[in-house]
């Protein structure tokens, strides 16, 4: 299958320029490529070489604790509400009201899980956004 047409013909690489360099220059230039959004050691140098801004990524290692009770918090609660549907059609085909009264105390026993967790989940909130708005 051939390779797609390129739409601007303008734009194409079609100059190889072959360049060496020293160890500690290809090691900054890996360590560029790593926080940055190019994907090739070649765009890096050719953003340089081009006077091209290149987007450098900073990852906040701070923020992998409370980001990680978020996602289980997530999880926890997805996991609540498929136990909630399943009670509650539990209760809908129910035939007599014990069986109705032992999904309606199982149902609210969950609820109750869901508030502690929607507390907890405010409190983190709460937390990102006053160390996110500290700047300003």
């Known amino acids: ?10 734009q194409l690489l079609t100059h190889p320029i072959i360049v060496r360099v020293t160890e500690n220059t ?9 926080n940055s959004n190019c994907q090739s050691i ?17 990852r ?7 980001m990680e009770e978020l996602a289980s918090i997530r999880r926890e609660l997805r996991s609540i509400g498929i136990n909630i549907n399943q009670q509650t059609r539990h209760f809908h085909t129910s035939k007599n009201e014990a069986q109705r009264s032992f ?3 199982r149902t ?3 609820y109750k899980n869901v508030g502690h967790k929607v507390d907890r989940l405010l409190e983190l ?6 160390k996110w708005l500290r700047g300003y």
């Open 1 to 10: 299958m051939p390779r797609k047409k390129f739409k601007n013909p303008e």
């Open 26 to 34: 290809y090691k900054r230039l890996e360590k560029i490529l790593i």
């Open 42 to 58: 070649g765009e890096v140098a050719r953003n340089i070489l081009s006077k091209e801004k290149i987007l450098m990524l900073t």
């Open 60 to 66: 906040d290692v701070s923020m992998n604790e409370p």
């Open 103 to 105: 999904y309606f105390m």
């Open 108 to 110: 609210s026993d969950l």
């Open 125 to 130: 909130v709460t937390q990102l956004s006053l």
